[in-house]
């Protein structure tokens, strides 16, 4: 019976979830379905053919929770190189790139056990006035860990 409970106000967490952003479920798709277009690029990459992907999926501009989603999933499938290419794509169109974008790509450089890019990525935070918080501090040390 409690178990019954539990399942009812869990699909009712669920509900309420959904029914708070009509668009969340297509949102969603469409995120899952740019992450798998990004990772099916063969290496090397292409740069110009990311940037039109890139440029198709985010006509609007990308919005700083999207963009890092995107960025977390290449982390989590140890893409840094279409991590790096999705960085430069960010830069180039003057998009602003916070804490949670670099941490994200340091720590698909821990994943891939790269030390010096995720060194790199630390210093270039500091030349964008992006200020380094723990987070981004442990996936370095992380990175120079593993590498």
Not at 58 to 83: C, E, H, V, W, Y
Request: aromatic share 6%.
């Amino acid at each position: 019976l409690e178990s019954t409970k539990a399942n009812v106000q869990s699909r009712r967490c669920l509900q309420l979830q959904t029914t708070k952003d009509p668009e969340s479920p297509a949102k969603d798709l469409r995120l899952q379905a740019l992450l798998q277009a990004l990772i099916r690029f063969e290496v090397p990459l292409k740069r110009d053919t990311v940037y039109a992907t890139l440029d198709k999926a985010f006509s609007k501009g990308p919005d700083p929770r999207t963009s890092t989603q995107i960025l977390n999933g290449l982390a989590n499938k140890r893409a840094l190189d279409m991590s790096l290419v999705c960085l430069s794509w960010h830069e180039m169109n003057k998009y602003e790139l916070n804490n949670y974008h670099y941490c994200a790509i340091i720590d698909a450089c821990a994943k891939s056990g790269v030390w010096k890019d995720a060194l790199h990525l630390l210093s270039m935070m500091a030349l964008r006035n992006v200020e380094p918080n723990a987070i981004t501090f442990n996936a370095a040390i992380s990175a120079c860990e593993k590498g």
